[in-house]
C-alpha cells in the first residue's frame, strides 16, 4: 500500500524533496507527540496513510499552485502542511487555537525550512473578520460537525473561492443537517472528492465554492455557534 501511496503523492508533487520532507516531519511529530497529544496516529504506515494520503487526496482535482491557503484548527499540521510539502508555491496561514501545538507548528516550519508558512495562535470565529475574503482556499480537517465548521469559516474565503472539507462515513448526514446554513452563507456544494485509491475508504473532501460575500452576522461567537441550533 505504501508504494501506491508514494506513486500518488509523486504524482500531486512539485517538490522533488517531499520524501525526505515528509521523513522529517515524521521524526518531529514523534518526539513531539511523546511530550503532547498532538495525534493518536503515529505509527509509520499510518501516518502516510492516514495524514499524508488523505490530506493530499484532493489535489489531483484542486490546483492550489501559489494560492493563499488558510488551515483551520489545524492541529498538528494537516492538512495544511502536507500541501506546503508538495507544494512550495502556496502562502499557507495555521490558524489553531491550542498554544502547545502552535509551539509544535512552529518548530516544524523552521526545521524544514518552509517558506511563506506562518501560524496563528487564536480562535477562528474572532480571526474571520480580520482576514475577511483574503484566502482563494480554506480547508480543515477534523474539526467540528459541518454546521459549525462552514459558519467559522466562510468568511476567509473571497467570492468565487474553494472551502474544502475532510469528512468521514457521515458526510452526507452532515450535509443534509447543514442544508439551511449552506444557503445561509452564501455557498454551494461543487463537489464531493472520493478516495479512488483505498478500498473501502471512507475518506471524502467536500469542495464548496463561495457565491456571494458572507452575511455580516457570521460567524456569531464560539457559544452561540455551538449552543443554537439554526
Known amino acids: 500500500m505504501l508504494d501506491d501511496i508514494f506513486l500518488f503523492l509523486n504524482s500531486v ?3 522533488k524533496n517531499w520524501k525526505n520532507d515528509f521523513e522529517n516531519f515524521y521524526k518531529i511529530l514523534t518526539n513531539y507527540n511523546l511530550k503532547i497529544n498532538l495525534t493518536r496516529i503515529d505509527d509509520y504506515t499510518d501516518f502516510y ?3 499524508v494520503y488523505n490530506s493530499a487526496l484532493c489535489l489531483k482535482e484542486i490546483n ?25 508555491s502556496i502562502n499557507l496561514t495555521l490558524i489553531e487555537s491550542v498554544n502547545k501545538k502552535c ?22 470565529e474572532i480571526l474571520s473578520f480580520k482576514f475577511n475574503e483574503k ?9 467540528s460537525n459541518l454546521t459549525m465548521l462552514l459558519e467559522i469559516t466562510s468568511r476567509f474565503s473571497k467570492i468565487n473561492s474553494h472551502l474544502l472539507f475532510f469528512k468521514g462515513a457521515k458526510y452526507e448526514t452532515e450535509l443534509l443537517e447543514s ?14 472528492i472520493k478516495d479512488e485509491l483505498i478500498e473501502d ?14 452575511p455580516k452576522k457570521y460567524p456569531r ?9 439554526i
Not at 484566502?135 to 474539526?143: G, L
Not at 461567537?221 to 441550533?229: L, Y
Open 135 to 143: 484566502s482563494d482556499i480554506v480547508t480543515a480537517r477534523a474539526v
Open 64 to 88: 492550489i499552485s501559489n494560492l493563499n491557503i488558510f488551515d483551520i484548527g489545524t492541529g498538528a499540521g494537516f492538512p495544511g502542511l502536507v500541501w506546503k510539502i508538495l507544494i512550495p
Open 201 to 214: 475508504s471512507n475518506y471524502v473532501v467536500l469542495d464548496f465554492i463561495k457565491l456571494k460575500s458572507t
Open 179 to 192: 442544508s439551511k446554513i449552506i444557503k445561509e452563507l452564501n455557498l454551494k456544494l461543487d463537489n464531493v
Open 103 to 124: 509551539i509544535f507548528l512552529e518548530k516544524v516550519i523552521k526545521e524544514l525550512n518552509l517558506k511563506n508558512a506562518k501560524v496563528i495562535n487564536d480562535r477562528s
Open 221 to 229: 461567537s464560539f457559544n452561540k455557534i455551538k449552543n443554537i441550533t
Open 49 to 51: 496513510i492516514k495524514h
Open 13 to 15: 508533487s512539485q517538490n
